[in-house]
């Protein structure tokens, strides 16, 4: 839906950009008909500031489309691209106005000219009243009923502008093509009068949210047409109103942009940042461990552009025994990648503590997340003990992905292990809640685990990559040893997305039992018996 809006609003956008194009073409095409020499000099300046100025709203839409900080599914944008198409709206509805007064065989267009020039006035209010609220991010009761309000009165107000065409109580044109004021003409002002007011007091209440020079030009935006009106009052044929606007809506578009800007360099650094905890908790020495030959591991950690919570680590408990681990923590940023290392740390300082199995383990780890989680984070993580002397594993899975597993020289199949609860959501649990897997590992055999970052991948046709593809991908590469075979995945997972972002961290570890020479030879032996 929100892809749909955007692309509809940059849509409308183009459009509007080339509309205000030909308006200029169309006023430059009137002003030659008319001539200039027929023209009130008080008129063509008018004339000429306002066609300046709708050049420049045209300049200003395209230079917008092509600004990167310009995001269409950020409602602050959406009503400032709403001022922009009003204000070139009522620039050329204006000019118009003065270049076809006067005239009686153009009379019906003033008469069309004027009456678009009062509506741009309502709906331009309104989208700065809109656009003012979404930016100071205020969404209290007395807003949302405002907003209504604000609804109705510009419905009413437009309807009224509608039938001044029949009742001529606001302005008329007269036989001879010229435009007058009404006696009812101060009713048309009512509703832009009160809007101005109601802005004015917002910016009044949460002027702390603004800084000095945004709390001016919003004051100014709202108060400049009405000086400049004062200001011309007594030159009838100058009127500046919405090159006034304008002029604020290019001061409102820049200090919009710098505050963007800014706020893109603080996103940016907070990533790094989190990217950079994150990446110096996870092993990256290989071979993890030299020493032991009973074993070869690799794992690898590739990040979306929003930093998330993945972790994996390994780590030896004791003389004969390591300690895999893989788990994803909800939430993105810097929160996220604190709370892994949080999780990291428990998690390692249980295991080696020697006596626990890995469901006292996420017990524990699991009671020691719940104190003090206000932001409530949770963890899915799968815990593996290895006794690499003998292939004795032992497993937990707090409600992680499925481990896939190969063997017997069988292929990879998903191992459906019994899942506890997510570490951090519920306190209070024993190793009870958590069901172990416990099996022996032959030479040859391995075990594959990952985040939900590769399953979840999807492609242009909004396919996810899923398990049935990661355990293709496996058996494709059965023979390669860890590091390879994490390296096709990849590959594989890229060349299924194509093009598409990846939006979450892929997390991948895979350990090949090669056992005991003794083990290997006994193994030998069995295979042999059945051949």
Same mark, same amino acid.
Request: aromatic share 14%.
């Given at each position: 839906?929100?892809?749909?809006?955007?692309?509809?609003?940059?849509?409308?956008?183009?459009?509007?950009?080339?509309?205000?194009?030909?308006?200029?073409?169309?006023?430059?095409?009137?002003?030659?008909?008319?001539?200039?020499?027929?023209?009130?000099?008080? =008129? @063509? $300046?008018?004339? +000429?500031?306002?066609?300046?100025? !709708?050049?420049?709203?045209?300049?200003?839409? %395209?230079?917008? #489309?092509?600004?990167?900080?310009?995001?269409?599914?950020?409602?602050?944008?959406?009503?400032?691209?709403?001022?922009?198409?009003?204000?070139?709206?009522?620039?050329?509805?204006?000019?118009?106005?003065?270049?076809?007064?006067?005239?009686?065989?153009?009379? =019906? @267009? $003033?008469?069309? +000219?004027?009456?678009?020039?009062? !509506?741009?006035?309502?709906?331009?209010?309104? %989208?700065?009243? #809109?656009?003012?609220?979404?930016?100071?991010?205020?969404?209290?009761?007395?807003?949302?009923?405002?907003?209504?309000?604000?609804?109705?009165?510009?419905?009413?107000?437009?309807?009224?502008?509608?039938?001044?065409?029949?009742?001529?109580?606001?302005?008329?044109?007269?036989?001879?093509?010229?435009?007058?004021?009404?006696?009812?003409?101060?009713?048309?002002?009512?509703?832009?009068?009160?809007?101005?007011?109601?802005?004015?007091?917002?910016?009044?209440?949460?002027?702390?949210?603004?800084?000095?020079?945004?709390?001016?030009?919003?004051?100014?935006?709202?108060?400049?047409?009405?000086?400049?009106?004062?200001?011309?009052?007594?030159?009838?044929?100058?009127?500046?109103?919405?090159?006034?606007?304008?002029?604020?809506?290019?001061?409102?578009?820049?200090?919009?942009?710098?505050?963007?800007?800014?706020?893109?360099?603080?996103?940016?650094?907070?990533?790094?940042?989190?990217?950079?905890?994150?990446?110096?908790?996870?092993?990256?020495?290989?071979?993890?461990?030299?020493?032991?030959?009973?074993?070869?591991?690799?794992?690898?950690?590739?990040?979306?552009?929003?930093?998330?919570?993945?972790?994996?680590?390994?780590?030896?408990?004791?003389?004969?025994?390591?300690?895999?681990?893989?788990?994803?923590?909800?939430?993105?940023?810097?929160?996220?990648?604190?709370?892994?290392?949080?999780?990291?740390?428990?998690?390692?300082?249980?295991?080696?503590?020697?006596?626990?199995?890995?469901?006292?383990?996420?017990?524990?780890?699991?009671?020691?997340?719940?104190?003090?989680?206000?932001?409530?984070?949770?963890?899915?993580?799968?815990?593996?003990?290895?006794?690499?002397?003998?292939?004795?594993?032992?497993?937990?899975?707090?409600?992680?992905?499925?481990?896939?597993?190969?063997?017997?020289?069988?292929?990879?199949?998903?191992?459906?292990?019994?899942?506890?609860?997510?570490?951090?959501?519920?306190?209070?649990?024993?190793?009870?809640?958590?069901?172990?897997?416990?099996?022996?590992?032959?030479?040859?055999?391995?075990?594959?685990?990952?985040?939900?970052?590769?399953?979840?991948?999807?492609?242009?046709?909004?396919?996810?990559?899923?398990?049935?593809?990661?355990?293709?991908?496996?058996?494709?590469?059965?023979?390669?040893?860890?590091?390879?075979?994490?390296?096709?995945?990849?590959?594989?997972?890229?060349?299924?997305?194509?093009?598409?972002?990846?939006?979450?961290?892929?997390?991948?570890?895979?350990?090949?039992?090669?056992?005991?020479?003794?083990?290997?030879?006994?193994?030998?032996?069995?295979?042999?018996?059945?051949?």
């Amino acid at each position: 839906m929100e892809k749909v809006l955007r692309k509809r609003l940059l849509f409308l956008h183009r459009v509007t950009e080339w509309i205000i194009f030909a308006e200029v073409i169309l006023l430059g095409i009137a002003l030659w008909h008319r001539s200039i020499y027929r023209i009130s000099p008080l =008129y @063509l $300046v008018t004339v +000429s500031v306002e066609m300046m100025a !709708l050049t420049c709203v045209s300049i200003l839409g %395209f230079c917008s #489309r092509a600004d990167e900080n310009f995001q269409y599914k950020d409602k602050n944008t959406q009503y400032f691209v709403g001022m922009l198409m009003v204000c070139g709206m009522g620039l050329f509805a204006d000019a118009m106005c003065w270049i076809l007064d006067g005239v009686p065989r153009f009379r =019906y @267009l $003033v008469v069309a +000219s004027n009456t678009t020039y009062y !509506l741009a006035g309502s709906f331009m209010i309104y %989208f700065f009243w #809109r656009y003012l609220a979404t930016y100071l991010q205020i969404e209290t009761k007395v807003i949302k009923y405002a907003t209504r309000l604000m609804i109705l009165g510009r419905v009413i107000s437009n309807f009224l502008i509608v039938l001044n065409l029949f009742y001529g109580y606001y302005f008329y044109v007269d036989e001879t093509g010229t435009y007058h004021r009404a006696d009812g003409f101060i009713y048309s002002q009512l509703y832009l009068i009160i809007a101005v007011f109601s802005c004015l007091t917002i910016v009044i209440m949460e002027r702390g949210k603004m800084t000095k020079v945004e709390i001016i030009t919003v004051i100014c935006y709202l108060m400049g047409p009405y000086i400049a009106q004062i200001a011309t009052m007594n030159s009838y044929g100058l009127s500046f109103t919405f090159p006034v606007v304008f002029i604020f809506i290019l001061i409102i578009y820049s200090v919009m942009n710098v505050q963007k800007s800014k706020n893109q360099a603080m996103t940016t650094r907070e990533l790094k940042l989190a990217s950079d905890i994150q990446e110096s908790a996870l092993p990256s020495t290989f071979p993890a461990f030299p020493d032991i030959e009973e074993i070869d591991l690799y794992a690898c950690m590739k990040p979306a552009k929003e930093v998330g919570g993945d972790f994996y680590d390994f780590f030896e408990i004791d003389d004969h025994r390591i300690a895999l681990v893989m788990a994803d923590v909800s939430g993105k940023g810097i929160p996220a990648a604190l709370f892994m290392m949080i999780a990291k740390t428990l998690i390692k300082n249980y295991a080696q503590n020697g006596n626990l199995s890995p469901a006292e383990v996420l017990a524990a780890t699991n009671n020691s997340l719940c104190e003090n989680n206000s932001s409530d984070y949770f963890v899915t993580l799968w815990l593996g003990f290895l006794d690499y002397k003998t292939g004795y594993l032992v497993t937990a899975n707090a409600g992680h992905e499925y481990p896939m597993i190969r063997r017997s020289r069988k292929g990879f199949e998903l191992f459906k292990d019994k899942h506890g609860v997510p570490l951090a959501s519920l306190e209070g649990l024993t190793y009870k809640n958590y069901k172990m897997e416990e099996f022996y590992l032959n030479p040859g055999d391995k075990i594959f685990v990952y985040t939900d970052g590769i399953a979840e991948s999807i492609n242009n046709r909004n396919e996810q990559f899923g398990t049935d593809r990661i355990r293709a991908s496996l058996n494709r590469h059965e023979k390669s040893n860890p590091r390879e075979t994490i390296d096709a995945m990849w590959l594989d997972l890229q060349l299924f997305i194509g093009d598409v972002p990846q939006f979450d961290d892929v997390t991948m570890l895979q350990l090949e039992y090669k056992g005991t020479k003794d083990k290997e030879q006994s193994e030998a032996e069995v295979v042999a018996s059945e051949a």
